[in-house]
């Protein structure tokens, strides 16, 4: 399968450059495009949470996706090259236009995906030995760490806030806890910690 990936960040730009773009390239090397992905959404925003991550998902070998170029993928290094590494081990190939690359199953690319996941290794356990350098010298400075003993979040920054007036309503209708927690996609848990600490007079 071959796939057209447009991105655009904000509802004043547009799609029809990009697509345009793709077309001209496909029909220049004979080829055809199977489905087109395309999304209003800042190239900062995590790629799992997008479009492109359920593309990602079901990509394999073989598949090709197109772009006009990298930066359609993400807007940080360490994304694009999560996203790419990704590709290669699921053996979908990626072409950008105005860049160039062209990444798939050729020992280039396998050299790339190396320096990739070598990349991405590092840059975690750099975030790990910064977190615990921080955190070993709050403790040598005296300062508690961790939220205050008997602190909770503001109930409006709760991920389930938004759904108050559907939880007490499924819950007068009868639903089970784990029924609810299923429909709203988090653990039976974390919707009873939430029922008890900010609808207490529910009785459950």
Do not use: P
């Given at each position: 399968m071959l796939y057209g990936y447009i991105r655009v960040s904000s509802?004043?730009?547009?799609?029809?450059?990009?697509?345009?773009?793709?077309?001209?390239?496909?029909?220049?090397?004979?080829?055809?495009?199977?489905?087109?992905?395309?999304?209003?959404?800042?190239?900062t925003r995590p790629f799992t949470k997008r479009q492109l991550g359920k593309l990602l998902q079901r990509v394999g070998k073989?598949?090709?996706?197109?772009?006009?170029?990298?930066s359609r993928l993400g807007r940080s290094l360490y994304m694009i090259m999560e996203i790419l590494s990704l590709c290669m081990k699921r053996?979908?190939?990626?072409?950008?236009?105005?860049?160039?690359?062209?990444l798939g199953d050729d020992i280039q690319s396998k050299v790339l995906a190396f320096a990739f996941g070598l990349s991405a290794e590092i840059e975690r356990n750099l975030i790990s030995q910064r977190t615990r350098e921080a955190l070993a010298r709050l403790k040598a400075e005296g300062k508690p760490l961790g939220r205050p003993v008997g602190s909770k979040t503001r109930k409006e920054a709760h991920a389930l806030y938004?759904?108050?007036?559907?939880?007490?309503?499924?819950?007068?209708?009868?639903?089970?806890?784990?029924?609810?927690?299923?429909r709203l996609h988090c653990s039976r848990n974390t919707l009873?910690?939430?029922?008890?600490?900010?609808?207490p007079d529910l009785k459950r």
């Open positions: 509802d004043r730009q547009t799609v029809e450059n990009q697509r345009f773009e793709i077309e001209q390239f496909c029909e220049k090397q004979g080829l055809h495009i199977d489905g087109w992905i395309e999304e209003t959404v800042s190239g073989g598949d090709l996706i197109i772009c006009s170029e990298l053996g979908c190939s990626v072409w950008t236009i105005k860049d160039g690359y062209r938004r759904h108050d007036a559907y939880i007490r309503r499924a819950l007068a209708q009868g639903v089970s806890l784990c029924e609810l927690a299923r009873k910690r939430y029922i008890a600490a900010y609808m």
